[in-house]
């Protein structure tokens, strides 16, 4: 069982930036493939961002790329989302999964059923 616990939410104003983290307990952190979702309010989960066991292989959801960059320390069972020039639609509730699947798709790592583990999320607000 991997316990996720994502941190460094917070409020920003548009065109800042945040690094939230996600520190993993419990399993074997380098077996896992690593993944960034949001939630905003009356919408559904979506994909930001994800990246290999390893951390050779990133992809981006089209809300994050040119923005956001998701990065791995496994030696810090941790994994980070840096994310620049916000935007207010960048407001909501970020979540970090986990995944010990194989992608059998270019997509599969873009679906939250793909993932196994969640965090409880944390809070960005980006105001205008």
């Known amino acids: 069982q991997v316990q996720l616990v994502e941190s460094g939410g917070g409020l920003v104003q548009a065109g800042g930036s945040l690094r939230l983290s996600c520190a993993a307990s419990?399993?074997?952190?380098?077996?896992?493939?690593m993944g960034w979702f949001r939630q905003a309010p009356g919408k559904e989960r979506e994909f930001v961002a994800r990246?290999?066991?390893?951390?050779?292989?990133?992809d981006y959801g089209d809300s994050a790329k040119g923005r956001f960059t998701i990065s791995r320390d496994n030696a810090k069972n941790t994994v980070y989302l840096q994310s620049n020039s916000l935007k207010p639609e960048d407001t909501a509730v970020y979540y970090c999964?986990?995944?010990?699947?194989?992608?059998?798709?270019?997509?599969?790592?873009?679906?939250?059923?793909?993932?196994?583990?969640w965090g409880q999320g944390t809070q960005v607000t980006v105001s205008s």
């Open positions: 999964a986990a995944s010990s699947r194989v992608t059998t798709t270019p997509h599969s790592a873009h679906s939250a059923a793909w993932y196994d583990y």
């Open positions: 990246i290999s066991w390893a951390g050779t292989i990133t």
């Open positions: 419990g399993g074997t952190f380098s077996r896992y493939a």
